[in-house]
């Protein structure tokens, strides 16, 4: 392939961020001169802080493939690697077809590399995700109907002891009524939890680094001694309509579950990033606002990780295991999602926001 001598460096076409397929450009040397937005999400970098870099820095490449990478560019001839796992060094690992072609001035020899990665299990992380999901609402229906059903005769219950207690004249019995009323009283807070949400959220123009800020000051000052947090975002990601309280709240949670699992030296850091391109529910959006709250406690306990966002599962003896469920279904009413990575000393709690309206389904099949 050419490049136009005048310009082989880096000025890339308005599409670029546009294109579906992770694309990036490196130099005889194998350091990165440019990559595009969906290259910045698989390999979980951004690209001011990489541009420049060795590939080696950012991405595993045993001795084979730096070779072949070599020879590509000696004898002007393209790579193909089918289903390639690819190990980015700072995010998750990867299947991929890969094609590299070496690029060139007429009339020069090759001083760039073209790649072009088509991630080939995002289809699946696409499919499982929208299976959880299914799951996840059956599990809600099947809880909120629970909730309904104990909340009903709840109401009942602590009417009549009330009336009790007004007819009883014997301090001792009366106290027995008390213990009645209040544990309705905290059954009660608990059912409407299990309910969730039940608004339709009240969309207004939001800016989500003034959400991030409130949460940040909200826990700041009950922040146990040790602890840390930190914001950490992106500001040219524009207003979203979302109902603010709903944002607060599912933010809130999962702050409140970070600051549940560190220990002293513990640190949370607030994130706020923009992804392009980017698919939620089988729903292919332009632009994507990635919240992110990450810690460095001990990680999600293994036997429950697969089932955090279903109701009632906790790793906590005085946990509910409402907190996740909720955000989830608060994000959800947003037509976002909430993603969860953690191992110990990592864990992040992904909230996806669509900025934009849907371009159009994704087929997973
Ligand atoms: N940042 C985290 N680090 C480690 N474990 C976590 C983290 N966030 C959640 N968890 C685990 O996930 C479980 C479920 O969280 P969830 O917020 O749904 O419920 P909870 O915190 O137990 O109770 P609730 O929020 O209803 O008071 C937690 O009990 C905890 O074991
Ligand atoms: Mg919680």
């Known amino acids: 392939m050419t490049t136009p001598a005048a310009n082989p460096g880096m000025t890339t076409p308005?599409?670029?961020?546009?294109?579906?397929?992770?694309?990036?450009?490196?130099?005889?040397?194998?350091?990165?001169?440019?990559?595009n937005s969906a290259a910045e999400v698989l390999l979980g970098l951004s690209r001011e802080r990489i541009v420049g870099h060795g590939l080696g820095q950012w991405l595993k490449l045993d001795r084979n493939l730096a070779n072949r990478l070599r020879s590509a560019l000696t004898l002007d001839q393209p790579i193909t690697l089918r289903a390639r796992q690819m190990e980015p060094l700072r995010a998750d690992s990867f299947l991929a077809d890969v094609i590299i072609t070496p690029l060139h001035a007429a009339g020069e020899r090759p001083g760039q590399l073209l790649f072009e990665l088509n991630a080939?299990?995002?289809h699946e992380r696409i499919s499982r995700e929208e299976q959880l999901q299914k799951?996840?609402?059956?599990?809600?229906?099947?809880?909120?109907?629970?909730?309904?059903?104990i909340k009903n005769p709840l109401g009942g219950l602590r009417g009549a002891a009330q009336l009790l207690a007004s007819e009883l004249d014997d301090s001792?019995?009366?106290e027995y009524t008390q213990i009645?009323?209040?544990?309705?009283?905290?059954?009660?807070s608990l059912v409407d939890r299990m309910l969730g949400p039940n608004n339709m959220p009240r969309r207004e123009a939001v800016?989500?680094?003034?959400?991030?800020?409130?949460?940040?000051?909200?826990v700041s000052v009950q922040l146990p001694l040790g602890l840390k947090i930190r914001?950490?975002?992106?500001?040219?990601?524009?207003?979203?309509?979302?109902?603010?309280d709903m944002l607060v709240q599912a933010i809130l949670n999962l702050v409140q579950n970070a600051v549940h699992a560190l220990e002293d030296g513990g640190q949370i850091t607030l994130s706020s990033r923009i992804l392009r391109q980017y698919t939620i529910s089988g729903k292919r959006h332009r632009l994507v606002a990635k919240l992110s709250v990450r810690d460095n406690g001990p990680g999600i306990p293994e036997e429950i990780r697969e089932r955090i966002f279903f109701p009632m599962v906790t790793g906590r003896a005085e946990g509910t295991g409402l907190g996740l469920p909720i955000a989830q279904s608060l994000i959800q009413l947003?037509?976002?999602?909430?993603?969860?990575?953690?191992?110990?000393g990592a864990t992040s709690f992904d909230i996806l926001l669509p900025i934009d309206s849907p371009q159009g389904r994704e087929e997973t099949h």
């Open 334 to 344: 947003h037509d976002g999602l909430i993603e969860c990575h953690s191992r110990p």
């Open 231 to 244: 914001g950490d975002y992106d500001p040219s990601i524009p207003d979203v309509q979302a109902d603010r």
């Open 120 to 122: 080939i299990d995002r």
């Open 14 to 35: 308005p599409w670029w961020d546009d294109l579906s397929t992770a694309v990036l450009v490196t130099d005889a040397e194998l350091r990165l001169l440019s990559l």
């Open 180 to 188: 009645i009323i209040r544990e309705a009283d905290r059954l009660r």
């Open 135 to 149: 799951q996840q609402a059956i599990t809600r229906a099947v809880t909120r109907g629970l909730a309904h059903e």
């Open 207 to 218: 800016n989500l680094h003034e959400v991030l800020e409130h949460v940040r000051g909200l």
């Open 172 to 174: 001792g019995l009366k």
